[in-house]
């Protein structure tokens, strides 16, 4: 149990679909991350949010829209993805965006695009 | 660029001690981390270094070097659970300022009866 939650676990989805992430960290932090882990790949930060407001976009396709209400939730929108986007997403999140802090992560989607 | 490089793979039996390495190449450095993930699970972590030399927590110990642009994890006492990948990360910034995360590839270590 690491406080950080995401749903669905497992994701199977057709090019044409439209489908969401969901990511809820319960450590009262305030910074969180969506990241994609591809087989033999590092891990790939996507989007940085931090106290709400996105703080980084690592030149993720527009087809990855992520939206963040409030410092507990953040979500990843998918549509019109590529059999390529199958991997796994983590969502991470930290006390704050700034040096030193430990990422806690989530236990991840595993997507597939069909 | 910025990159980090790490062994893809490392084995050893139970009890002995294991060194994995990680060089990196950064825009700005505010630190080193390491993570664990076992198959099918998230990514935890271990430890974070930003100034030189040794911590130490527990079995595990994690070294840097900035001046090499160089850090290694040190795994102590090899227990069958230890079996899992390694991830070394880096905090470096971009040119807007911002911080960026960057993972190495991984290394997976084989822990053998």
Request: a negative charge; aromatic letters at 12%.
């Amino acid at each position: 149990e690491t406080g950080v939650t995401q749903t669905p676990r497992h994701l199977v989805m057709g090019m044409t679909n439209k489908k969401s992430l969901k990511c809820e960290q319960h450590l009262g932090h305030n910074a969180m991350y969506w990241y994609k882990q591809s087989a033999k790949k590092p891990l790939e930060l996507m989007f940085v949010y931090n106290f709400k407001e996105q703080t980084e976009n690592n030149s993720v396709p527009s087809r990855f829209s992520p939206e963040c209400p409030n410092s507990s939730h953040l979500f990843l929108h998918l549509h019109t993805l590529q059999p390529e986007d199958s991997a796994l997403y983590l969502c991470a999140s930290s006390q704050q965006s700034g040096e030193g802090e430990t990422q806690y992560f989530g236990p991840g989607t595993r997507l597939l695009v069909l | 660029g910025q990159s980090l490089e790490q062994p893809s793979e490392v084995t050893a039996v139970e009890g002995a001690i294991v060194q994995i390495n990680c060089t990196y190449q950064t825009s700005g450095f505010y630190g080193l981390s390491w993570y664990q993930q076992h198959d099918g699970g998230a990514p935890t972590f271990l430890s974070y270094n930003a100034l030189d030399g040794l911590e130490e927590t527990g079995r595990f110990s994690s070294f840097l070097s900035r001046s090499d642009s160089y850090g290694y994890l040190l795994l102590q006492e090899l227990q069958m659970k230890d079996s899992a990948s390694y991830f070394c990360a880096v905090r470096g910034s971009t040119t807007s300022g911002t911080y960026k995360y960057i993972f190495g590839t991984g290394t997976r270590l084989k822990v053998l009866a």
